[in-house]
């Protein structure tokens, strides 16, 4: 099985700010790598597809690099809404997927 | 407009059983799988297994293997993930979601329900 480690776990920043959040799958999977973002007790909403893709609708300040087994997601300048958790998701393994653990943006 | 529409919240206690349900629409729901994923109280996403609505083909994530049944009704376009014998560890909050394909081998989770709420308590 992959294995999906993401980092940070959380981190602050403030309005503004420019991060970002690695993944790192335990195999190559090419660009299959999505990444989500979740409000709290909401449904994951689709960010980015096929490692640098942007989901229709999704702000520009959203994008994604990377290939094989390093992957970033980055928010080029903070909004309010950005303080949420974010997801990566191999889909190497369609139909099975696995999922990151979790980075937390929070407000510094 | 496309969208699952999933049953509603959950009160049971341990050893009780339980079916939730997921409810297609605005698609043609046999012909997208359909996943499930499990949040637990202040925890990440874990992809539990999915479905083929279309010919009922189901793969399972092996953690959860044995612990869950996925099944589905494409004559309803629902889609279902039961438990025979409830743990209080299976409190969490359920999704269902619809696995999309671009360029016909980019796989990603685009429509997503709104989420079931189970508590299993005694």
């Known amino acids: 099985d992959i294995r999906v480690t993401q980092s940070p776990s959380s981190l602050s920043a403030s309005l503004g700010d420019r991060v970002t959040i690695t993944c790192r799958t335990s195999?190559?999977?090419?660009?299959?790598l999505n990444w989500y973002r979740q409000e709290p007790g909401k449904a994951p909403e689709l960010l980015i597809y096929?490692?640098?893709s942007l989901q229709s609708g999704v702000p520009s300040r959203f994008s994604g690099s990377g290939s094989e087994t390093d992957f970033t997601l980055t928010i080029s300048s903070l909004q309010p809404e950005d303080f949420v958790i974010y997801y990566c998701?191999?889909?190497?393994?369609?139909?099975?997927?696995?999922f990151g653990g979790g980075t937390k943006v929070q407000i510094k | 407009e496309e969208q699952l529409v999933q049953s509603g919240a959950e009160v049971k206690k341990p050893g009780e059983s339980l079916k939730i349900s997921c409810k297609g629409s605005?698609?043609?729901?046999?012909?997208?799988?359909i996943g499930w994923v499990r949040q637990m109280p202040g925890k990440g996403l874990e992809w539990m297994g999915i479905?083929?609505?279309?010919?009922?083909?189901?793969r399972y994530s092996p953690s959860f293997q044995g612990q869950v049944t996925i099944s589905a009704d494409k004559s309803i376009s629902t889609a279902y993930l039961q438990w025979s014998s409830l743990k209080a560890s299976d409190t969490a909050m359920y999704f269902c979601?619809?696995?999309?394909?671009?360029?016909?081998?980019?796989?990603?989770?685009?429509?997503w329900g709104q989420g079931t709420t189970v508590t299993v308590s005694s």
């Open positions: 479905i083929y609505p279309g010919d009922s083909e189901t």
């Open positions: 195999q190559n999977v090419d660009t299959y």
């Open positions: 998701q191999e889909s190497y393994s369609s139909p099975q997927f696995t």
């Open positions: 096929a490692a640098s």
């Open positions: 605005g698609y043609s729901f046999t012909n997208y799988w």
């Open positions: 979601a619809r696995r999309y394909v671009s360029n016909g081998y980019y796989y990603y989770m685009d429509v």
